[in-house]
């Protein structure tokens, strides 16, 4: 297709086409730019020059339409909105955009650039979601109160791939402006203006008809291949939506390609790819399809790429597609989204059934020990609580994704747990192998990754991204550590007494032999060290020298829940609305009063 020079699009049948040039006016505003500004109405006056005709009307009543809440948008969002509407302009050139596929493609390459340099700068895609919503309010607005040549099939655009959130503000929008030309432009009964008018396919967008659909998944169920064909009235060449969804990442999308390559060609390689992983294509229906993309895309808003994602151009590609491939997906399976359905399938009482069987299973005839038996629900839990995924599910990713990452940040246990890892996993995976049915060279490869997994283990277990909870349990014995009440009421009665290291004081702590520490580097686990924080914070309150032994007697007694009187009173205390630091005080005064006498203290701490 000829392309205007201002425009330059890489062309590759096999891929989405994409836009060259980046919103690079916007670079590093998404990280100045807060969502939380939403809801601030515009001041009188600001609205910009008056509009004539039913174009004033649009803007005088756009406020009540649903999605239309008016904004004050800060400088970067404002810029933003104006280099949105800057590759949006395109869409008026009928000889650079001359057909509805092209109309959509470019489209949605516009807004997925947003999301994709949001996600590289830190911002998450839910929050890059907000702020790509408000930017598109402010371009219907902008085009609202000025109706250039480009106007009504920018709206247009809008209308069928914006968020559901400003869809029907923009369509609103649009078929005001329609109206103020007394024809919808484009029309075939002449009204519409021969210069300046909207473009031809304006009346063909996301008006496609659904073909075959076709899935496949790999060898362990981890990742689900999704292809959907499409084709527009009186069209001969369809175009599909191709997706990859992550099973083992909250069921999110992990590659999205819009493509008008042949579809039978296609078809060829993903059913070459199945052969090769075990497993075969199969067709299934519009809804099953459209459900696994319409789900799929909306996890991957809520929780982003996976663990350790690749950010470079098969993640563009991504963001690039996520405004088509939703409205094609709607197409398929109207209604809404479902996201995080393993939580739902799998409460707590089924996870702990499911781990009741395995430890009745011959694989599990060797875990005997509380800490080994109490390792399944840890991983049970890491599966549905932090990837999203179903506990029964087992293959590499899964087992990199808990072992690696999340059984580390997660397990609140003693350190001494780790040990008992291997041992309960191996056995874990096996039984869940045979449960699932998996072939013998499934089985051979999910064991090479295994013990590749469990030799980073130990690294990820005991390294800086541990779970720091873990150093407030190492005293426990083994059959404290594993019941959960027992841990859950030693946590917060310590947390209470040691703050976690995130919430420490500055400054520096200078050690017997001159090295010094800060306190976040402090190990709670160790007396002298709890002894050192506690003297820190006291200090960086300005309590005097004279009474630090006070306060770190009453942290010593409150770790140790000896006498148990000190706790229920700080309990009391707190419940009551007082500060952690003026309870710490008032048991530090009743210490000091009362500290000789054991019987006399602890009756004075019943009666705080």
Same mark, same amino acid.
């Given at each position: 297709?000829?392309?205007?020079?201002?425009?330059?699009?890489?062309?590759?049948?096999?891929?989405?086409?994409?836009?060259?040039?980046?919103?690079?006016?916007?670079?590093?505003?998404?990280?100045?730019?807060?969502?939380?500004?939403?809801?601030?109405?515009?001041?009188?006056?600001?609205?910009?020059?008056?509009?004539?005709?039913?174009?004033?009307?649009?803007?005088?009543?756009?406020?009540?339409?649903?999605?239309?809440?008016?904004?004050?948008?800060?400088?970067?969002?404002?810029?933003?909105?104006?280099?949105?509407?800057?590759?949006?302009?395109?869409?008026?050139?009928?000889?650079?955009?001359?057909?509805?596929?092209?109309?959509?493609?470019?489209?949605? &390459?516009?807004?997925?650039?947003?999301?994709?340099?949001?996600?590289?700068?830190?911002?998450?895609?839910?929050?890059?979601?907000?702020?790509?919503?408000?930017?598109?309010?402010?371009?219907?607005?902008?085009?609202?109160?000025?109706?250039?040549?480009?106007?009504?099939?920018?709206?247009?655009?809008?209308?069928?791939?914006?968020?559901?959130?400003?869809?029907?503000?923009?369509?609103?929008?649009? %078929?005001?402006?329609?109206?103020?030309?007394?024809?919808?432009?484009?029309?075939?009964?002449?009204?519409?203006?021969?210069?300046?008018?909207?473009?031809?396919?304006?009346?063909?967008?996301?008006?496609?008809?659904?073909?075959?659909?076709?899935?496949?998944?790999?060898?362990?169920?981890?990742?689900?291949?999704?292809?959907?064909?499409?084709?527009?009235?009186?069209?001969?060449?369809?175009?599909?939506?191709?997706?990859?969804?992550?099973?083992?990442?909250?069921?999110?999308?992990?590659?999205?390609?819009?493509?008008?390559?042949?579809?039978?060609?296609?078809?060829?390689?993903?059913?070459?790819?199945?052969?090769?992983?075990?497993?075969? &294509?199969?067709?299934?229906?519009?809804?099953?399809?459209?459900?696994?993309?319409?789900?799929?895309?909306?996890?991957?808003?809520?929780?982003?790429?996976?663990?350790?994602?690749?950010?470079?151009?098969?993640?563009?590609?991504?963001?690039?597609?996520?405004?088509?491939?939703?409205?094609?997906?709607?197409?398929?399976?109207?209604? %809404?989204?479902?996201?995080?359905?393993?939580?739902?399938?799998?409460?707590?009482?089924?996870?702990?059934?499911?781990?009741?069987?395995?430890?009745?299973?011959?694989?599990?005839?060797?875990?005997?020990?509380?800490? %080994?038996?109490?390792?399944?629900?840890?991983?049970?839990?890491?599966?549905?609580?932090?990837?999203?995924?179903?506990?029964?599910?087992?293959?590499?990713?899964?087992?990199?994704?808990?072992?690696?990452?999340?059984?580390?940040?997660?397990?609140?246990?003693?350190?001494?747990?780790?040990? %008992?890892?291997?041992?309960? &996993?191996?056995?874990?995976?096996?039984?869940?192998?045979?449960?699932?049915?998996?072939?013998?060279?499934?089985?051979?490869?999910?064991? @090479?990754?295994?013990?590749?997994?469990?030799?980073?283990?130990?690294?990820?277990?005991?390294?800086?991204?541990? /779970?720091?909870?873990?150093?407030?349990?190492?005293?426990?014995?083994?059959?404290?550590?594993?019941?959960?009440?027992? &841990?859950?009421?030693?946590?917060?009665?310590?947390? @209470?007494?040691?703050?976690?290291?995130?919430?420490?004081?500055?400054?520096?702590?200078?050690?017997?032999?001159?090295?010094?520490?800060?306190?976040?580097?402090?190990?709670?686990?160790? /007396?002298?060290?709890?002894?050192?924080?506690?003297?820190?914070?006291?200090?960086?309150?300005?309590?005097? /020298?004279?009474?630090?032994?006070?306060?770190?007697?009453?942290?010593?007694?409150?770790?140790?829940?000896?006498?148990?009187?000190?706790?229920?009173?700080?309990?009391?205390?707190?419940?009551?609305?007082?500060?952690?630091?003026?309870?710490?005080?008032?048991?530090?005064?009743?210490?000091?009063?009362?500290?000789?006498?054991?019987?006399?203290?602890?009756?004075?701490?019943?009666?705080?």
């Amino acid at each position: 297709a000829p392309l205007n020079p201002s425009y330059p699009v890489i062309v590759s049948r096999p891929l989405l086409p994409r836009i060259a040039r980046r919103l690079t006016a916007t670079d590093g505003m998404l990280g100045r730019v807060s969502p939380k500004s939403r809801g601030r109405k515009v001041k009188a006056g600001s609205r910009g020059r008056r509009v004539r005709g039913n174009a004033a009307q649009a803007s005088a009543g756009a406020a009540t339409r649903p999605g239309a809440a008016r904004r004050s948008p800060s400088s970067a969002r404002s810029k933003f909105a104006d280099a949105l509407l800057d590759q949006l302009k395109v869409l008026g050139d009928p000889e650079s955009v001359p057909s509805a596929f092209q109309a959509e493609v470019a489209t949605s &390459v516009v807004l997925g650039n947003m999301t994709e340099a949001g996600t590289k700068q830190g911002v998450k895609p839910e929050a890059t979601r907000e702020l790509l919503v408000e930017a598109i309010r402010h371009v219907v607005e902008g085009l609202e109160r000025h109706t250039p040549p480009y106007a009504y099939p920018v709206l247009q655009a809008l209308a069928v791939l914006a968020p559901p959130e400003v869809v029907e503000y923009a369509a609103e929008a649009a %078929a005001e402006l329609a109206g103020d030309r007394g024809a919808r432009p484009g029309a075939d009964d002449g009204t519409a203006p021969p210069a300046g008018g909207a473009p031809p396919w304006v009346d063909d967008l996301a008006r496609v008809t659904p073909g075959a659909c076709y899935v496949t998944e790999d060898e362990f169920g981890e990742t689900l291949a999704v292809r959907c064909e499409f084709s527009y009235a009186g069209s001969a060449e369809p175009h599909c939506v191709f997706g990859v969804i992550d099973r083992a990442w909250h069921g999110a999308v992990t590659t999205l390609v819009v493509s008008d390559e042949p579809g039978d060609k296609q078809l060829r390689r993903m059913a070459k790819d199945a052969k090769r992983k075990g497993s075969e &294509v199969r067709e299934v229906s519009h809804a099953e399809a459209g459900g696994l993309l319409r789900d799929a895309i909306a996890s991957f808003w809520k929780y982003g790429a996976g663990p350790g994602a690749d950010l470079g151009e098969r993640y563009g590609l991504l963001c690039s597609s996520l405004a088509m491939a939703s409205a094609r997906a709607a197409v398929l399976a109207p209604g %809404a989204a479902v996201t995080d359905a393993a939580a739902e399938r799998w409460p707590t009482e089924a996870r702990r059934a499911l781990v009741e069987d395995f430890l009745a299973s011959p694989q599990a005839a060797e875990l005997r020990d509380p800490i %080994a038996r109490k390792v399944p629900h840890m991983l049970a839990m890491c599966c549905v609580g932090h990837l999203g995924c179903e506990p029964v599910l087992i293959g590499p990713s899964v087992l990199e994704r808990v072992l690696v990452d999340a059984l580390p940040r997660a397990a609140i246990a003693p350190d001494r747990f780790g040990k %008992a890892v291997p041992q309960a &996993v191996r056995a874990w995976t096996d039984w869940l192998a045979e449960r699932n049915k998996l072939t013998d060279r499934s089985r051979r490869r999910l064991g @090479f990754s295994l013990r590749a997994t469990l030799v980073r283990f130990a690294g990820a277990w005991y390294g800086p991204g541990a /779970q720091p909870l873990r150093r407030y349990l190492e005293d426990l014995n083994d059959e404290d550590a594993s019941t959960g009440d027992v &841990v859950n009421a030693v946590i917060e009665r310590r947390v @209470f007494a040691v703050p976690l290291p995130v919430e420490r004081v500055d400054g520096l702590a200078e050690e017997s032999d001159g090295s010094r520490r800060e306190p976040s580097e402090l190990d709670a686990a160790v /007396q002298s060290d709890r002894t050192l924080i506690t003297v820190m914070e006291a200090s960086a309150r300005g309590v005097s /020298q004279q009474r630090f032994p006070s306060f770190v007697t009453v942290v010593q007694q409150l770790w140790d829940s000896d006498p148990p009187e000190v706790w229920e009173a700080a309990w009391r205390l707190r419940d009551a609305g007082r500060s952690r630091d003026w309870v710490l005080d008032r048991l530090a005064r009743t210490w000091d009063a009362h500290g000789g006498d054991d019987e006399r203290y602890v009756a004075a701490l019943k009666e705080l």
